[in-house]
């Protein structure tokens, strides 16, 4: 099993500034990884796939980059509605399919 | 874009089962490969199994197997998932989710979730 890391698990950031999240696979994982968002009592939002392709409606300020263990999400110039929990996936092997413990972006 | 609606939330005491369901709309299920994830409360996400876009059999993530079933009713365009022998530690919510991409397993579609409390 692939097992998913994330850093911080807590990352406190102001309105405007960049925040940089990590995720890093126990073994490679190619480009077959994802992020989510997902604020309280919502469902988990698809941000980044293929590492980093944008999904649909996502605006420009979130990026996706790295392949093989290391990952990280940019969200350049914070809006209020960006402070939520951040989830990265790797789907490239499975069973089972396996997501990180989440990094929480909150105001500082 | 598809829609996926879940059933209501649940009470169960330990050691019953507990069948989620996810209705389809806008799509036809057998088009879709769908998997469950479930969140227990203030936890990550978990992923429970779901179906192999390369041959739509099912395939189960070994902590919950033999005790998980997920099935499709392609009349009502309605996939299921069911959990038996519920303890404590299956309090969460559940989610049905999918994606209209070929061959890929990161999912830009999912249910509203369904709760379900296990407590005696």
Redo the contacts between chains.
Sequence with gaps: EIVMTQSPATLSVSPGERATLSCRASQSVSD?L?W?Q?KPGQ????LI??AFNR??GIPARFSGSGFGTEFTLTIRSLQSEDFAVY?C?Q?NN?????????TKLDFK | QVQLVQSGAEVKKPGASVKVSCQISEYTLSDLSI?W?RQAPGK????M??SDPEDGKT?????FQGRVTMTEDTSTDTAYMELNSLRSEDTAVY?C?TTL?PL?????Y????TLVTVSS
């Design positions: 077959n994802a989510y997902q469902a988990p939002r698809l796939y293929g999904a649909t989830y996936q789907y499975w069973p089972p399919i396996t997501f990180g413990p989440g | 998997h994830v990550g996400l978990e992923w199994g779901g395939v189960y993530a070994q902590k989610y989710a991409a890929t397993l990161n999912f830009d999912w249910g509203q979730g």
